[in-house]
């Protein structure tokens, strides 16, 4: 313990001395292990501050020089080769030390009207903006890459399922699309995301922005931001666009978990639906026999680990408004929770492209089941003038003798039914010397399936030409923005350089 003076004034102003140790092993670790991700974001956001200062008459011309000079060689410095160090604080104040140990009190107009966060703020959704335009791209091209494959097998027979079990005639194809569609919804909500992020926190203040800056739009245009975040304590502190970023990311994974789920039971010898390629795949260093789809494993680890992101980061921002703790964790997790989305995308882009569809054995597993069951009880219900209850509970008679009896759905007769009708109801339906060929058929069960969303091929294609098509809007969507982002830090970096040069000038004369 030790002695403390709690007269007011000791708890105003900056602490007299260093932090403690405990403190630099903790949170200034932490948060210097977020600075490679922030560090070209920084610079940039430094350079628009010197500009929009010197802009308006606020940072002398040679100081203001000098900075940008200073900040341009920060930004072709490696982010491991830049002096972070956390014994000095958070990565701010390691760059703040660094640039007044080369230029003196001339690094302190980066202060002017800006606290730190302001610039952290701003790294931030520079980062994130081509993270999130990226995996839109990646996005993109796997509804693209399914909608391919499910074009390719629309006519790949197979028997749906429910809870694993056979549910109706279908093919692979428009089960594939089922999941092409939830791809590409959440790439629209990356796209309202990335609208989110890519505005500008600049020239907000603390809370209530600064006399310096009576105008924002030069920052947000310098950074090739579309716009500025209108109210400024709304700028520095709220967190929920992040969470939809998160939740969007999760989402996107999470279709994909669902997918390789299934694909992993079918890559199994007990269905042998599917193999995933060798690329894809890991054998075992014990057993011989095995293969095992190492991939799919991946991509459910992924899922659960962005889900548990989430989680995390809405706990931890659930505190009092203006606390640091809502974006302190922000700044490492989002980033990280968006790069194992990206290459969790790529991952499932992958392996479907390379999936090997075994259509015989898809084939062979409608044929020997049941699957058709629910379009005889139609059939029946609607021939023999029968409540649809009623004709449900003969045909699932009629599919329990069947089955005990090893016998098919496609080997159901008339006569077989009336059985179970009498057996039912007391009386048969009259559907023995009945022709039930094409009634019992898989494939023109699923080539009725004519109607919006169903299972018939010309259907399923024209579905699938429908997911491309956006796809492939949504693939240049993203590569524009990533060109625009670009561009606006390229030309800002041109015009930092036209600034610096009155230092070297300086220098020379």
């Not at 074009?151 to 549910?167: E, F, G, I, K």
Request: aromatic share 6%.
């Amino acid at each position: 313990m030790t002695d403390l003076d709690l007269s007011p004034g000791h708890r105003l102003g900056a602490p007299l001395n260093g932090p403690a140790q405990e403190l630099i092993d903790s949170g200034f670790h932490l948060e210097n292990a977020d600075a490679p991700l922030l560090h070209a974001g920084l610079n940039l956001a430094d350079l628009a501050h010197v500009l929009d200062l010197r802009g308006r008459g606020v940072i002398p011309a040679q100081p203001a020089a000098r900075l940008a000079a200073l900040l341009l060689e920060a930004h072709g410095t490696a982010p491991e080769d830049f002096p972070y160090d956390p014994s000095f604080g958070e990565p701010y104040n390691s760059r703040e030390r660094h640039f007044t140990q080369q230029i003196g009190d001339d690094a302190g107009w980066l202060h002017a009207g800006r606290p730190r966060r302001e610039a952290v703020r701003i790294s931030l959704r520079l980062h994130l903006r081509r993270q999130i335009a990226a995996l839109i791209g990646d996005a993109a091209a796997l509804a693209d890459t399914l909608a391919v494959t499910a074009a390719a097998h629309s006519r790949t027979w197979m028997p749906d399922q429910t809870y694993l079990q056979h549910a109706q005639p279908s093919t692979f194809g428009h089960y594939l699309l089922s999941f092409a569609y939830p791809v590409l919804r959440d790439a629209r909500r990356l796209v309202e995301a990335l609208d989110w992020t890519n505005t500008s926190p600049g020239g907000a203040g603390c809370v209530n922005g600064s006399r310096l800056l009576d105008d924002r739009g030069p920052v947000a245009r310098m950074l090739g931001f579309d716009g500025v975040i209108e109210h400024t304590r709304d700028a520095m502190w709220q967190i929920d666009g992040l969470v939809d970023v998160l939740a969007a990311a999760a989402s996107l994974v999470g279709t994909q978990s669902k997918l390789a789920e299934d694909l992993e039971i079918w890559a199994s010898s007990e269905f042998d639906y599917v193999t995933v390629a060798d690329g894809f795949s890991r054998s075992s260093v014990l057993m011989p026999q095995k293969r095992n789809p190492y991939a799919l494993s991946i991509v459910r680890g992924a899922s659960g680990t962005l889900i548990g992101r989430l989680t995390g980061f809405l706990a931890v921002s659930k505190s009092p408004s203006a606390r640091s703790d809502n974006l302190i964790y922000a700044y490492g997790e989002v980033p990280r929770a968006l790069d194992l989305a990206l290459r969790t995308t790529r991952l499932s882009d992958g392996v479907v492209r390379t999936l090997s569809i075994n259509s015989s054995r898809m084939w062979t597993a409608l044929e020997s089941g049941f699957s058709q069951a629910t379009d005889l009880a139609e059939y029946v219900m609607q021939t023999c003038d029968l409540d649809y209850r009623t004709a449900y509970q003969v045909v699932g008679v009629a599919v329990r003798r069947a089955s005990t009896g090893g016998l098919r759905g496609i080997d159901i007769d008339g006569a077989m039914l009336d059985a179970a009708a009498q057996e039912h109801a007391g009386r048969p339906i009259g559907l023995t010397g009945r022709d039930l060929t094409e009634v019992l058929d898989p494939r023109h069960i699923v080539e009725t399936r004519t109607a919006a969303g169903g299972a018939a091929p010309p259907v399923v294609e024209q579905m699938a030409a429908s997911c491309r098509r956006e796809a492939q809007e949504l693939a240049a969507l993203a590569a524009g923005r990533l060109e625009g982002f670009a561009r606006s830090e390229q030309e800002l970096l041109v015009t930092a350089g036209r600034l610096a040069d009155g230092a070297a000038n300086e220098e020379d004369s």
